[in-house]
């Protein structure tokens, strides 16, 4: 039986060059801004399929203890992340950290694995938007068959 293909990864391209979210991080936090967005990366990596769910306080306090930070400033700066799309918003609002770019940056390991690269995680537990859920034009009942009375003419 061949081992399971892993969903992780021991390194990631660190590059010399920050954009706009470094900046901003850096400005607002200082070093700590800085030190929590790689250590946030390196989290992603060793994490399997490169998501975190940070719903239960256990999660949260290891994120917590990892950047050496306490939990609202890490909270506060991934709400900063997701509004400047560094993570992924929508997901970010069930408390689970995804970053696209992360994983493009990754995906050359995946293809020497010769395996599919992660996508973005779906959730079956996600709550529907008021707009996917059935209205009032969605019939209740669905009809296989239909008996019709027939009339016989003497």
Avoid at 14 to 29: A, D, G, P, S, V
Avoid at 59 to 72: M, P, R
Avoid at 109 to 130: A, I, S, W
Wanted: net charge positive; with cysteine; charged share 30%.
């Amino acid at each position: 039986m061949a081992r399971p293909k892993r969903k992780t990864v021991d390194y990631f391209p660190h590059f010399c060059e920050h954009k706009k979210t470094m900046f901003i991080l850096e400005n607002k936090y200082g070093n700590n801004g800085y030190a929590f967005w790689f250590k946030l990366l390196e989290m992603l990596g060793i994490s399997d399929n490169h998501y975190l769910r940070l719903r239960n306080p256990e999660e949260q306090e290891f994120l917590a203890a990892k950047t050496n930070l306490d939990w609202y400033t890490c909270s506060e700066i991934l709400d900063l992340l997701a509004r400047l799309g560094s993570i992924d918003e929508e997901l970010w609002q069930e408390k689970i950290v995804w970053c696209q770019k992360f994983v493009d940056n990754i995906a050359d390991v995946y293809k020497k694995r010769q395996t599919e690269t992660p996508g973005k995680p779906e959730f079956p537990e996600r709550k529907l938007d008021q707009a996917e859920v059935s209205g009032a034009e969605t019939p209740q009942s669905k009809v296989n068959k239909s008996k019709v009375n027939k009339s016989k003419v003497n």
